[in-house]
């Protein structure tokens, strides 16, 4: 299968439903960034990235069962699938490649 490249926010958004473990959804995700990144996003474009994810094949979604605290609506729940948690560990490999390779000097915070 042809490598997909994910943008940053694209990549976030992956992680936290691997996080997340099969209970995903829209507005957890964006509250998860949040609380992870300190980064405020739009619902909108959470699940426009959901939207991606899911056409690239790395998340699968189904409807969970309706919730009183929705008004009885139900949810989409997303989980990373087999190809997804492998796009992640290639990310991950490369980051950590670069990571190594970087000069010390690029690798240390300057003094303040």
């Not at 926010?9 to 691997?18: K, N, P, Q």
């Not at 909108?44 to 998340?59: P, T």
Request: glycine letters at 8%.
């Amino acid at each position: 299968m042809k490598r997909v490249y994910l943008g940053e926010f694209e990549e976030i958004v992956l992680l936290v439903v691997g996080m997340l473990e099969g209970e995903a959804y829209g507005v957890q995700i964006a509250h998860e960034i949040l609380q992870q990144t300190q980064r405020a996003v739009r619902l909108n474009q959470v699940h426009a990235s959901l939207q991606r994810l899911e056409e690239k094949g790395m998340v699968t979604s189904v409807m969970g069962d309706p919730t009183p605290e929705r008004g009885g609506r139900r949810k989409r729940l997303f989980q990373v699938t087999a190809y997804g948690r492998q796009t992640l560990h290639d990310i991950q490999a490369v980051r950590a490649t670069l990571w190594r390779l970087l000069p010390a000097s690029l690798k240390t915070l300057p003094s303040v």
